[in-house]
């Protein structure tokens, strides 16, 4: 039987936790982008695209992300797309965050004043224009801690990502427990890793979300 040290462990989750990051970072970026659009579409004074995006947020709000994974997962398969636990993973996490990544923004615009859509009128500016130079950058001020603060949420969703074989931190971990049968010591550091990666996050959230109070 072979015996792994510490440093075996601690090395090959480090290995999988740059996935982890990797999945988080892609969710996150493209849950913006996906999200920026869905904003926009519910901002606008058609009430067929605020119904249909109003919808599209219950959904991923309202089912667990674990069966959207296996939904990408199997769903793509069947629909003749050849997929991958990366792809299915991929698809998911960013579908998952650009729901609650809009419902996120579009709270912060409502928290806009009506007078300063008055005022962007009174200047003769379309509606796009309205919310490139008027909304969305005090929006944006009030958004910032929050959105920071969901990047956390992204970090551990990917945790689940296991269950279709992607081999990030937490299955990695359930790998090496195999292995070494040592579950307690295993788990425990990918607890820490966890905790080193979304803890300084959590602080940045905070502290942007305290230089907001004192300016306002």
């Not at 601690?10 to 904003?39: D, K, M, Q």
Request: hydrophobic share 55%.
């Amino acid at each position: 039987m072979v015996e792994f040290s510490l440093w075996d462990i601690v090395s090959n989750l480090l290995l999988a936790a740059r996935w982890t990051l990797v999945l988080s970072l892609i969710a996150f970026v493209g849950g913006g982008l996906v999200g920026l659009a869905l904003l926009v579409a519910r901002t606008t004074h058609n009430r067929s695209l605020q119904q249909a995006v109003a919808v599209y947020v219950q959904v991923f709000q309202g089912t667990p992300l674990l069966m959207q994974l296996f939904l990408a997962y199997f769903g793509m398969a069947m629909l003749g797309v050849e997929t991958s636990a990366w792809t299915a993973a991929a698809v998911a996490l960013t579908l998952y965050s650009s729901a609650f990544l809009a419902e996120i923004w579009h709270g912060c615009v409502k928290s806009i004043g009506k007078g300063q859509w008055e005022a962007a009128q009174s200047l003769a500016l379309n509606f796009g224009e309205q919310l490139r130079y008027v909304i969305f950058p005090q929006a944006a001020r009030i958004a910032v801690a929050p959105t920071v603060g969901f990047l956390v949420q992204v970090v551990k969703g990917t945790a689940l990502a296991s269950v279709i074989g992607f081999v990030e931190l937490t299955k990695a971990g359930t790998m090496i427990t195999n292995a070494t049968f040592k579950p307690f010591v295993v788990y425990s550091c990918v607890a820490v890793l966890y905790f080193l990666i979304c803890y300084p996050i959590s602080l940045y959230a905070r502290s942007l979300e305290g230089r907001f109070h004192v300016q306002r």
